[in-house]
């Protein structure tokens, strides 16, 4: 760990009770992040996880910085689930209503909410997520993205895209996942585009200055005259 040195001496000093016979001196040192830092030694990152962004060669920032989306999901048109027309991709804002598990005969598991954005209630479902219904509660506030659907009559999204925001915020909602276009990475098992934007999102500000344009100055000076 050379982000740390532990120094030990036997004995007591003015500074320790007389029952004191060994003092530990941690020093800490803070090296600011850059892109070799090992994705390794950021906080969160257990050592599962690490190797699954092992299996992507995600080892590093710069590496996690540099893995491109494949795609862009198109979520940047908001409207109303009144307004919306069967089969359009949109971004609704709304509140929950209900949520719970159903689990079905051949061991799956439907995470069902009932959503309304104030003009008509929409049915969400998701599959194999039992753990949302510890990060939605009823009564939080989100915004989705998907495709609009009717199943059995009712309007429904499937496994829409999902964020909570405050109503009341003054400068808007900062999306990350719903009302833009959203990247869509590269994964692996239980490694989502989620999971990957946030990072990306957390870390980009820190190493921002340690990026280098490839494109000479003079083009870029003409590209933004």
């Given at each position: 760990m050379d982000n740390f040195i532990s120094y030990c001496r036997i004995g007591h000093t003015d500074f320790f009770t007389a029952a004191s016979s060994y003092c530990f001196v941690i020093v800490v040192f803070l090296r600011k992040m850059d892109l070799k830092t090992a994705i390794s030694s950021l906080s969160g990152i257990s050592s599962l996880l690490n190797f699954k962004l092992s299996r992507l060669n995600l080892n590093t920032v710069g590496d996690l910085i540099y893995h491109f989306?494949?795609?862009?999901d198109d979520f940047s048109q908001s409207t109303?689930?009144?307004?919306?027309?069967i089969g359009q991709v949109v971004t609704l804002q709304g509140e929950i209503w209900s949520i719970a598990n159903i689990y079905t005969r051949y061991g799956k598991v439907l995470t069902q909410a009932i959503f309304n954005d104030g003009t008509s209630p929409l049915q969400l479902t998701w599959f194999n997520q039992f753990w949302l219904t510890k990060?939605?509660?009823?009564?939080?506030?989100l915004q989705i993205s998907g495709k609009l659907t009717k199943y059995k009559s009712k309007l429904s999204m499937m496994a829409p895209q999902w964020e909570k925001y405050l109503p009341t915020s003054d400068v808007g909602i900062q999306s990350l996942h719903t009302g833009r276009l959203v990247p869509v990475y590269p994964e692996t098992a239980n490694l989502t585009s989620k999971w990957i934007r946030t990072k990306i999102a957390s870390l980009l500000p820190k190493v921002l200055d340690k990026i280098v344009d490839p494109l000479p100055e003079k083009i870029r000076d003409d590209m933004l005259n």
């Open positions: 989306p494949f795609r862009y109303t689930v009144r307004d919306a027309q990060q939605i509660q009823v009564g939080d506030r």
